[in-house]
Nanobody, 119 residues
């Protein structure tokens, strides 16, 4: 069983919004986050959230993306507003049972969901 499963990707015009969801398989993780990988580029950190809902964001998405979590539902969300073509990528949910940095050290990764922003 895959520990984390993403949903909510799709095609949207520039300036539009999407919300991604990530369901953890019936358990609660200490840290959860989102990374993305565009074609020909390395995977990069987007946003992270702790058990207590402290958050961290990449500079490129600050003020546009918001990460939240519902511990009762073992789910984390990424609300993406004011989307730009450069946000086009496969978005991956990630989770860790351990404390640590938002930008690395996760044990579990989802399969990814495609987000495409047209100009």
């Amino acid at each position: 069983q895959v520990p984390v499963v993403e949903s909510g990707g799709g095609l949207v015009q520039a300036g539009g919004s999407l919300r991604l969801s990530c369901a953890a398989s019936g358990r609660t993780f200490n840290r959860m986050g989102w990374f993305r990988q565009a074609p020909g580029k390395e995977r990069e950190f987007v946003a992270g959230i702790s058990w207590s809902s402290s958050t961290g964001y990449a500079d490129s998405v600050k003020g546009r993306f918001t990460i939240t979590r519902d511990n009762a539902k073992s789910t984390v969300y990424l609300q993406m507003n004011s989307l730009k073509p450069e946000d086009t990528a496969v978005y991956y949910c990630t989770a860790s049972a351990r404390r640590g940095s938002f930008v690395s050290g996760y044990e579990y990764w989802g399969q990814g969901t495609q987000v495409t922003v047209s100009s």
